[in-house]
């Protein structure tokens, strides 16, 4: 089972990129939950929503304490120290940050498979939100894939067309951009 | 087909599927986005339904009391103060023998505020004449709400179809949705036998007196003896056309288990792979998941319970001043049994206001019993210990 975690602010997609990634995975015959942090959201405010994927039926129904990877939609989570993104995140899991920084700049989160892409720029460049807030979810799932390749392009692009009500197409294109952007760094002292 | 829903939306589908005519509503959080995606389907044709907007809970249910009297197959949802000023006519719809179904999204009671999820909002409706069912997965949260209908109508019994906030009801998950014909098959339109008739007069909900009050009364529990076994054939005809058979109670691992867990609802999914672990580790345990509430399985409970050494009861709620709800229902059900075959009985309340309940918990709950360190008759679990009971209990902060 895969689990992952994905830290937003309010606004930005994070519950619609959990969905998008359980849709994507279904489309590859997998069982799939996808669920954002149990409360109230407000725009701005920093949220999470959560995936499981597994082969097999999906029996565990609580929360995700320990993901398996993590997504960061809003760097600045870390930089201003909001939030402990990587509380509990598995040794060696992936981490990926959307910045336009290399992925060394955030080597200091732990002992993580690092990865950064650039997908403000990337969202904006394909029109999706405004340029002050961009919509990003649909790029860095992009990167997601190219990362981790537990989904393929294709599904995502699927997925993407299902969910997304304005501008699927441009969405599908800003995931197969990010895709071919992400950069990664391999953990220190941890064989993956 | 099979498709990625939220247990919400599983909820609406299944509505849409079972061709419910009225949908009566007012919305309240968890439960809303049922009522919303069930008037978007009435308003792009997809379900031909009135869908009645409506200024409280308790209207809502008034305005199912009254379709469902002229005959209409009657829907709504609601959830924890939402089910609690509908009270009165929760009472009203099953004294008057209708048919409807309602889907109750756990959450619990206020004061304080809480939108999350725990079971004390629908047991307290226990008493009510409602049929209750408590769901573990969005797959069963589509069939219970198909079935539901089948058995209400066969009954004349109102159904509440109880699922938990959040980790079902804000949860995509994957769903087999089955196909219309299916449910036609399965479903076939309602015939209320006593449906108000313009050709056959007649007054409804009269002043009944002490000589056949009792009468009336009498026959609805004789209503809930016979859907014990109707919930149980429209769960194997349900598996017959789907392939997947429900149980009223739901029994896992118990070849040679002397330690059962006894639980509802999504505790009872997360449980599974716990007992797998625990049996690897060379702990007899089993786990029986309680689905239909009410009308109470006892005899089904005593068959699998009697024998065993330990029974451990998690409730995601509290009878104040006594014990969890189902811990009380069970040990009673138990009772009967001949005193050699009674297991020690403990109960565990957690999980109250949407608090997780992990795997941990139910490992360390499971281990806890069975090398007796957890013996007290009900513990509560996770809450910081009062150091003195008395100074706690008056004490608000």
Known sequence: MIEIRIHGRGGQGAVVASQIIAEAAFREGMHVQAFPSFGSERRGAPVAAFVRLDREPVLIRTEIYEPDGLIVLDQSLITQKLVDVTQGVKEGAWVLINSAHEPAEFSHLGPFKIATVDASRIAIEHRLGSITSPIVNTAILGAVCQLTGFVSLDSLGEAIRATVPIKPEANVAAAVEAAAAVSVLAPQGVGR | ?397
């Open chain 2, 1 to 397: 087909m099979r498709m990625v829903v939220k247990g919400n939306g599983a909820v609406a589908h299944a509505v849409r599927l079972s061709r419910a005519q009225v949908v009566s509503a007012y919305p309240i959080t968890p439960q809303t986005s049922i009522i919303e995606e069930i008037a978007t389907m009435v308003a792009k044709g997809q379900l031909d339904a009135r869908f009645i907007k409506v200024e409280s809970e308790h209207s809502a249910l008034a305005g199912c009391i009254s379709a469902s009297s002229a005959g209409a197959r009657a829907f709504t949802a609601t959830s924890a103060q939402g089910l609690a000023l509908m009270h009165e006519l929760i009472h009203w719809a099953a004294g008057a023998r209708l048919p409807i179904v309602l889907a109750n999204v756990n959450r619990a009671m206020a004061p304080g505020w809480s939108i999350w999820t725990d079971q004390n909002d629908s047991l307290s409706q226990r008493d009510t004449g409602w049929m209750q069912i408590y769901c573990e997965s969005s797959q069963e949260v589509v069939d219970s709400v198909i079935q539901a209908f089948k058995v209400s109508e066969r009954v004349l019994l109102p159904t509440m179809v109880v699922l938990d906030a959040f980790f079902l009801s804000h949860t995509f998950e994957d769903v087999e949705m089955p196909e219309q014909e299916v449910v036609d098959s399965f479903l076939p339109p309602l015939e209320l036998p006593h449906k108000m008739d313009l050709a056959h007069p007649a007054a409804l909900g009269n002043l009944v007196f002490p000589d056949r009050y009792m009468e009336f009364r009498r026959k609805m529990d004789l209503a809930h003896d016979l859907a014990l076994g109707v919930w149980d054939e429209v769960g194997r005809e349900w598996g017959q056309l789907t392939g997947r058979t429900y149980r009223i109670v739901e029994e896992y691992r118990m070849d040679g288990a002397e330690l059962v867990l006894v639980t509802a609802a999504t505790a009872g999914s997360t449980a599974r792979p716990v007992v797998d672990q625990l049996r690897e580790a060379g702990v007899p345990v089993g786990l029986v998941r309680l689905r239909v509430f009410r009308p109470f399985p006892a005899s089904i409970l005593r068959s699998l319970l009697g024998g065993r050494a330990k029974v451990l009861v998690l409730d995601r709620n509290c009878s104040f001043g006594h014990h969890g709800i189902f811990h009380q229902e069970v040990k009673s059900a138990l009772y009967d049994l001949p005193q050699a075959e009674q297991p020690r009985v403990c109960g565990v309340i957690a999980g109250l206001g949407g608090r997780d309940i992990t795997p941990d918990d139910l490992e360390e709950m499971l281990t806890g019993v069975w090398k007796d360190r957890i013996t007290d008759p009900v513990t509560w679990w996770d809450v910081l210990s009062a150091q003195d009971p008395a100074k706690a209990a008056l004490a608000m902060s």
